[in-house]
């Protein structure tokens, strides 16, 4: 399983767009990226997930260079209530997730 | 609402005890998957399960076993409880797709050993 490696933690004020890079050298071809957010004492939730090029769904866009070495997860005009841990994770299909320390988000007023 | 629903919510045990934690997956998922977290080891993979079948082993321990029922719920036990052993503990579930499928968290069993 590929490793990952992304920021411990980031600082934003609301209303900003947050673009979060995550670093998977090693990433395979079969594999695919996947970004979950997870607040204290919640299940990780399913926020995006994409092979190559850019995704975007109603709450964020997941940016992949052709390499597919690293991915950005961009998050637009973030609130208060988006502070939160974000992990990236790559795999494959029907496989265990494998989570790494993830970034801490906080958002200030 | 992730449609993955566990209990209890809170568990309080003592050492040496033996607990079981249930999960129901979403409908129609085929595949349950246990991760456990802990404050100083953040989330591990701790097994899955597809159709009823093991499919994967990660960081369990030989205290701890799980099945999947044939209606697809499934059940983690967890003996000889120890302090560290308190944790939360998280089922996810998800349909295989072929490609990287999604995997659905549960709100989570709270387990706290004293």
């Known amino acids: 399983l590929a490793k990952t490696t992304q920021p411990i933690s980031m600082d934003s004020y609301e209303g900003q767009e947050v673009n979060i890079t995550c670093s998977h050298n090693n990433i395979a071809t079969n594999d695919y990226i996947t970004w979950y957010q997870q607040f204290p004492s919640q299940g990780p939730r399913f926020i995006i997930q994409g092979y190559k090029t850019k995704v975007t769904n109603e709450v964020a866009s997941l940016f992949i260079p052709a390499d597919r070495k690293s991915s950005t997860l961009s998050l637009p005009r973030v609130s208060l209530s988006d502070t939160a841990v974000y992990y990236c994770?790559?795999?494959?299909?029907?496989?265990?997730?494998?989570f790494g320390k993830g970034t801490r988000l906080s958002v200030i007023a | 609402d992730s449609g993955v629903t566990q209990t209890p919510k809170h568990l309080i045990t003592a050492t040496g005890q033996r607990v079981t934690l249930r999960c129901s997956p979403r409908?129609?998922?085929?595949?349950v998957y246990w991760y456990q977290q802990s404050l100083d080891q953040g989330l591990q993979f701790l097994i899955q399960?597809?159709?009823?079948?093991?499919?994967a082993k990660g960081n369990i321990l030989e205290r701890f076993s799980a099945q999947q029922f044939p209606d697809l719920h499934s059940e983690l036990n967890l003996s000889s409880l120890e302090l560290g052993d308190s944790a939360l503990y998280f089922c996810?579930?998800?349909?295989?797709?072929?490609?990287?499928?999604?995997?659905?968290f549960g709100p989570g069993t709270r387990l706290t050993v004293l």
């Open positions: 409908s129609g998922d085929l595949s």
């Open positions: 994770l790559v795999g494959g299909g029907n496989t265990p997730l494998v």
């Open positions: 996810a579930s998800s349909v295989p797709s072929g490609y990287a499928d999604t995997q659905y």
């Open positions: 399960y597809y159709n009823g079948e093991e499919r």
